[in-house]
């Protein structure tokens, strides 16, 4: 399978900003976004399976974060509202053969890493 992310770019804070994860190829089980800001760790964002049932965010995003599928397009959205400084990063997205969702932000369970989108807030 081959990720590719794209959406980012230069928002100012509060503001809102949706990122697209296209798929190609055979599909695992979830599919996870990540980002990396400069200078620190890669950190984990949000995940959901692709049959969209189940969702997973980390305690930063929750309430601003809403990620979704549209299977149709093999595409999974990373929705961002409320945007601050501290969002600020690469964004990248990478699937997963883990079914329990409360592992999904294990990144050495991820494969298949596209690459990144580049998000910057700041006004």
């Known amino acids: 399978v081959q990720l590719q992310a794209s959406g980012g770019g230069l928002v100012q804070p509060g503001n809102s900003l949706t990122l697209s994860c296209a798929a190609s190829?055979?599909?695992?089980?979830?599919v996870g976004w990540f980002r990396q800001a400069p200078g620190k760790e890669r950190e984990f964002v949000a995940a959901?399976?692709?049959?969209?049932?189940?969702?997973y965010s980390a305690d930063s995003v929750k309430g601003r974060v809403n990620i979704f599928t549209d299977n149709a397009k093999n595409t999974v959205y990373l929705q961002m509202v409320g945007l601050k400084p501290e969002d600020t990063g690469v964004y990248s997205c990478?699937?997963?053969?883990?079914?329990?969702?409360?592992?999904?932000?294990?990144?050495?369970?991820?494969?298949?890493w596209g690459q990144g989108t580049q998000v910057t807030v700041s006004s």
């Open positions: 990478a699937v997963t053969k883990e079914v329990q969702s409360n592992y999904w932000y294990v990144q050495e369970l991820y494969d298949n």
């Open positions: 959901i399976a692709w049959s969209g049932g189940v969702s």
């Open positions: 190829g055979r599909r695992m089980y979830a």
